[in-house]
């Protein structure tokens, strides 16, 4: 028999639970709730001639530093903020959380006066700036990228969109 009556049981579960919901909340997302997000294909314009990158350099440039491959000066294009595609990317790329990320920049912005790279507002613009500007490069949704002659989807240290080892499925 409990010495505590029926509400003093729950004034006792009430912080644990809470507490249980804050690790949970703050808990880095499983496999299967990654496998929720489709895989995202790092795009760059199908003129340029580039057909892979390393992940080193994806994260050099979308860090701030100039990256030229093949010739051709790499422009990175975000996500907006908030949105899964820029989640998924700074943590596979960049190594980072959304909230590191953000502290990065600002930091970046007092100590050296470097911005972060520009932001779309959706997919759909990212794409044609990504067409248009040459050296352009930006990450969207992989099914966006197929059937699609003027875009090229990047292969990531020797991997494919779909593989296995692509950091961004």
Known sequence: MSLLRPSAHRRAIGPLAALLLLVAAAWPATPAARAELPPLAVVIS?????????????????????????????????QPAGSAARRMFD????????????RFWIDS??????RAPRATNNPRLLTKVVKKLRGAIGYVDAATVAGDAQLHSLVIDGASVG????PLR
């Open 46 to 78: 199908a003129q340029t001639g580039v057909r892979s990158v390393s992940k080193a350099q994806l994260r050099r440039c979308f860090m701030g530093s100039l990256i030229e491959v093949s010739g051709v000066r790499l422009v990175p294009l975000n």
């Open 109 to 114: 912005l007092i100590r050296d006066g470097k």
């Open 163 to 166: 593989e296995e080892r692509y």
């Open 91 to 102: 943590r596979a790329i960049l190594g980072m959380s959304e909230q590191a990320s953000q």
